[in-house]
């Protein structure tokens, strides 16, 4: 029977978080409501083994479909969304806990909302630290780029549901026809500014999104970076080089301009404060990124993505970073 509500899930080697994860979905008010789609990216930890074994005797309506090799956070994001047949999806991350009412809460307000949301954002607390937020909602604006106004700021009731830019994707829910009416996600981005994309790319295409204080999630920060022992460098180049194609993809020509150079100047000063704080050698480290920030990269997609976001804008970019 098809359901109003997709919960999906991409996993990569994420056994250690899975006990808080499943454990939180078992315990959800809407356990009938749903599906639960699982994708496994290519783990080799046992993630795949350990989900059939938890959810064996569980009456839960799950599918699990493996990948043989690890596909990106992008092309397996959308391989859920083209798997999903419900109205509703919720992109779940693999690193969190939430009450039991966070589904229910989500598919109400997201029922009751305008035609025109895209999305709720919603409050993301930090796992070992839950009265601090993590991220309630970003904006966007030339000289600060994209900045969450509540970050690392203490949780208050005065902080309520507002319209915002876009945000951090921990575990948001979508309307999956607009989702994917503005094409989903990029798969070239693989990881990280994959967020900062989709949020924009809806914005100009006259979309928006609402950050929802009734629906809390703990969120274990940068958890798969830690698990993995990414280079951190290499995480922040990674990061800045999607932040920069998001601009080539989503700015009007003018604006661009204004845009990249102070762009360039705001990351490389992060990078290289970051780099000092941590002892690496300052000619090693720019030399790094500049090779992995400038390599040779195809960018006919990049062509081909402006072109249809540019065909589909309906908003200016002014309108966009007033918010």
């Known amino acids: 029977m098809k359901k109003d509500l997709t919960i999906g899930i991409l996993l990569w ?28 990216n290519g783990s080799s930890d046992g993630s795949v083994s350990y989900s059939k074994a938890f959810f064996k005797d569980k009456d839960i309506d799950l599918r699990i479909i493996e990948n043989p090799v690890n596909r990106g956070f992008c092309q397996g994001a959308n391989q859920l969304i083209e798997e999903t047949n419900s109205e509703y999806f919720i992109l779940l991350n693999s690193d969190v806990k939430f009450e039991s009412d966070y589904f229910e809460s989500l598919l109400s307000n997201i029922k009751k909302s305008d035609s025109e949301v895209i999305g709720l954002i919603p409050k993301a607390l930090y796992f070992y630290d839950e009265a601090r937020i993590n991220n309630f909602g970003n904006n966007f604006s030339p000289f600060s780029l994209w900045q969450g ?28 026809n607009l989702l994917k009416e503005i094409g989903g996600f990029i798969d070239e981005f693989g990881s990280y500014g994959e967020d900062f994309d989709v949020s924009y790319r809806a914005r100009i295409m006259g979309y928006k ?115």
């Not at 080697?13 to 496994?40: A, K, P, R, W």
């Not at 309520?160 to 979508?174: D, N, V």
């Open 209 to 323: 999104w609402i950050a929802d204080s009734d629906s809390i999630i703990y969120h274990k920060f940068q958890a798969s970076i830690k698990d993995n022992n990414v280079d951190r460098r290499k995480w922040y180049i990674n990061g800045f080089r999607n932040a920069f194609y998001v601009l080539i993809i989503n700015l009007q020509l003018l604006n661009l301009i204004y845009v990249l150079p102070i762009f360039f100047a705001r990351i490389l000063t992060r990078y290289n404060i970051y780099s000092h704080q941590n002892n690496y050698n300052f000619f090693e480290t720019n030399s790094l990124f500049f090779k992995t920030f400038l390599r040779k990269a195809d960018f006919t997609w990049i062509k081909s993505w402006r072109k249809f976001v540019q065909d589909k804008r309906v908003i200016s970019d002014f309108k966009v970073w007033k918010l």
């Open 149 to 176: 106004e509540y970050t690392d700021k203490i949780d208050e009731a005065s902080i309520s549901t507002y319209e915002c830019m876009g945000g951090l994707f921990i575990s948001p829910i979508f309307k999956v």
């Open 13 to 40: 080697n994420s056994i250690s978080h899975l006990e808080d994860l499943y454990g939180s979905i078992v315990s959800q008010d809407v356990i009938n409501d749903f599906q639960l789609l699982i994708i496994d």
